[in-house]
């Protein structure tokens, strides 16, 4: 058995800068890092060096680009052989400025993978009967995602969808084939239409989600943790305290982490911490990709904090 991943595959061009521009400034930068990314890529990835299964379903272009990001992906781990080279477009980039403080503007071109279709979705399909989950997110066409989920549900497959980017033509048909929704603070504002800054809004939020169909609803809030809610139950975790230099692809990591303690068959409270985990170690690097943790730092960031927590209570 193994995990689908379906989405975007980039690749992108990072600048650092003591500050992010205001518009119309020209900044002298400091560092440039050309490193691939992707939402789907990066959460593929991210399975993959927690050990876990993983097949990645999207498009590149046919150039130097879409051959290095490939490579990468089946470095990393991940099952290639259904990522499809379009020889009609580039591959898709993302232009990304990030600051001292690890905050970042992006800009993304799609590329390739604004051309995901349906042809990409029957792929997809042949896929479903050796998967236990399949991962979604926004930066390829509504309509593909649309199509990917409800062949999911067809076959009885968990649906985990993270929001990102936020986009206004959100349909609501997509509400009740998402099993986990995981939007960050914007993306729950934009979804529910009041903002979200807090675990009481959170909640809030995450209740608008489940009236809306969503089996789960996850809002990641940072620094300030996590807020998980479904029928049955409500509960908040804690942020894991680091010293973050750069939250490109924190989401993407939690989303690893959420899935990889699914699949392990722990319940749903571990598989928040396991992402609120590996999103917190995936801010302490530089990149996308190359930030994601693999199994054995994870699993000594997790024990050590265990251990802490284990002596601040006694």
């Not at 807020?227 to 939690?254: I, N, Q, S, Y």
Request: glycine share 10%; proline share 5%; hydrophobic share 50%.
């Amino acid at each position: 058995m193994s995990i689908i991943v379906f989405g975007s595959i980039n690749i992108d061009l990072v600048a650092t800068t003591p500050r992010l521009p205001v518009a119309g400034e020209t900044l002298l930068g400091e560092e440039f890092l050309k490193v691939s990314g992707g939402k789907g890529a990066n959460q593929a990835v991210a399975l993959a060096k927690l050990g876990i299964p993983t097949q990645m379903v999207g498009r590149v272009g046919a150039d130097d680009f879409g051959g290095e990001l490939v490579n990468n992906l089946q470095a990393s781990g991940v099952q290639i052989g259904n990522i499809f080279v379009d020889k009609t477009v580039s591959s898709g980039v993302a232009i990304i400025a990030v600051n001292h403080a690890g905050e970042n503007q992006i800009i993304v071109i799609p590329g390739a993978n604004g051309c995901v279709n349906q042809e990409d979705v029957e792929r997809l399909s042949n896929l479903l009967p050796e998967a236990t989950a399949l991962l979604l997110q926004l930066e390829i066409p509504i309509t593909a995602v649309v199509a990917a989920a409800k062949a999911a549900k067809k076959t009885k497959i968990r649906v985990i969808l993270d929001p990102a980017p936020a986009r206004s033509d959100f349909p609501d048909e997509l509400y009740p084939l998402v099993d986990i929704i995981t939007p960050n603070e914007v993306e729950a504002a934009q979804l529910v239409g009041f903002p979200v800054d807090g675990e009481e809004q959170a909640a809030k939020a995450a209740e608008v989600l489940l009236q809306r169909g969503v089996k789960c609803a996850i809002v990641k809030l940072g620094s300030k943790g996590v807020f998980c809610a479904t029928a049955e139950e409500k509960f908040f975790v804690p942020a894991f305290l680091v010293h973050a230099v750069d939250t490109v692809a924190a989401g993407d990591a939690f989303n690893g982490g959420l899935t990889a303690a699914l699949f392990a068959g722990l319940s749903l409270h571990q598989a928040v911490v396991w992402g609120a985990a590996a999103g917190a170690l995936a801010t302490t690097k530089p990149g996308a990709q190359t930030s994601l943790p693999d199994r054995l730092t994870f699993d000594t960031f997790l024990r050590e904090r265990a251990s802490v927590k284990s002596l601040r209570s006694n």
